[in-house]
């Protein structure tokens, strides 16, 4: 299985968490490509099983929470019904921010397999390793291989 994970990041922390995703998709056997969203292996994504895609929330202490710079991620080629897992980083709160997310990706026709906020940031910070075992998890289980 050929897994990209393509991630937007802002203080590093998003770059943080798509690297442990794709070390937790590799120790499940899987090929994995991690870019940042403004330069990554067009081949490897086009030729991939599931594209992970990941970004920050942006907006202040929640009020207005966005997924981070959209516009960035809408220079991704098409990933019409291909198998996509979504992903936010956030401080305080994940759902407006995935909502949105989850909105560009089925303006976009894709098959979303799963979503997840990942705290990495903030007050009351915690070990989100089990968080990360059950997206992956969650992620593979849900793709359709042709």
């Known amino acids: 299985m050929k897994v990209a994970i393509l991630y937007q990041s802002l203080r590093g922390g998003t770059e ?4 442990a995703l794709g070390t937790n998709f590799q120790s499940k056997g899987s090929a994995v490509g991690v870019y940042p969203i403004t330069n990554y292996d067009a ?16 907006g ?15 220079t991704l080629r098409d990933i019409a ?12 709160s ?3 921010s995935l909502t949105g997310l ?3 990706a089925n303006g976009r026709s894709a098959n979303i397999v799963a979503s997840a906020g990942f705290k990495v940031r903030g007050p009351f910070k915690k070990d989100i ?3 990360i075992d059950l997206f ?9 291989l042709d």
């Open 81 to 92: 019904h291909k198998d996509v897992a979504l992903f936010v980083t956030y401080e305080i």
């Open 136 to 144: 992956v998890e969650n992620s593979l289980q849900l793709i359709t």
């Open 43 to 58: 081949q490897f994504v086009l030729n991939s099983d599931l594209i992970v895609v990941g970004t920050w929330t942006d």
């Open 102 to 104: 989850n909105e560009w």
């Open 129 to 131: 390793q089990d968080d």
């Open 60 to 74: 202040l202490f929640g009020l207005g929470s966005r997924p981070g710079q959209l516009s960035k991620l809408n």
């Open 16 to 19: 943080k968490l798509a690297e």
């Open 94 to 96: 994940p759902e407006k």
